[in-house]
């Protein structure tokens, strides 16, 4: 079945990086747009980076330019988030999304708190 | 403060009908199609909505969408328990170049 894994979160000090790693399986991988969405505990979503199917392009929310950068490997079906110069207010859940006509499958997420 | 505006809750009994708006400008809804999710409690989001008033396979069809201008709209019709969750609008913003969600709005089956 159609499955988006996340991994990689942790609580992490404010100034530090992570990386996030997604792993898809049950459909094709290298055909589709993908995004990170986050949700801070209590919060509402908030779209973060999207990637093209074939990594052309790529866009982020203002918060994160500079600091995070999507990327992906379609030979091993992967999407990353690295995450660079962390802050308190990037504490949050954070999805990897497929993308058709709209974000049609989400993984169950991996959390990331910054906190000194 | 969300790009796209959502009141932050809606209600309604068992067989009611229910109508999230979701408001924005000429650089988002104005421009682009909208999409619905619906988070149910301590799950991740689903798509509800696609392209303004599309519903993916095995959504039923007691939830419809519509837009006109710079606004959306969710309905649920026949309003059931299993409704109860967070229902967020979303859609491309030209002027940012991204996605841009509402703040939520959190609907409660009285």
């Known amino acids: 079945q159609v499955q988006l894994v996340e991994s990689g979160g942790g609580v992490v000090q404010p100034g530090r990086s992570l990386r996030l790693s997604c792993a898809a399986s049950g459909f094709t991988f290298s055909d589709y747009g993908m995004h990170w969405v986050r949700q801070a505990p209590g919060k509402g979503l908030e779209w973060v980076a999207v990637i093209w199917w074939d990594g052309s392009k790529e866009y982020y929310t203002d918060s994160v330019k500079g600091r995070f950068a999507i990327s992906r490997d379609n030979s091993k079906h992967t999407l990353y988030l690295q995450m660079n110069s962390l802050r308190a207010e990037d504490t949050a859940l954070y999805y990897c999304?497929?993308?058709?006509?709209?974000?049609?499958?989400w993984g169950q997420g991996t959390t990331v708190t910054v906190s000194s | 403060q969300s790009v796209l505006t959502q009141p932050p809750s809606a209600s309604g009994t068992p067989g009611q009908r229910v109508a999230i708006s979701c408001s924005g400008s000429?650089?988002?809804?104005?421009?682009?199609?909208v999409n619905w999710y619906q988070q149910l409690p301590g799950t991740a989001p689903k798509l509800l909505i696609h392209?303004?008033?599309q519903r993916p396979s095995g959504v039923p069809d007691r939830f419809s969408g519509s837009k006109s201008g710079t606004s959306a709209s969710l309905a649920i019709s026949g309003l059931q328990s299993e409704d109860e969750a967070d229902y967020y609008c979303?859609?491309?913003?030209?002027?940012?170049?991204?996605?841009?969600f509402g703040g939520g709005t959190k609907l409660t089956v009285l």
């Open positions: 999304v497929r993308d058709t006509f709209g974000m049609d499958v």
């Open positions: 000429s650089s988002n809804i104005g421009s682009n199609t």
């Open positions: 979303a859609a491309w913003d030209d002027s940012l170049n991204g996605w841009v």
């Open positions: 392209s303004n008033n």
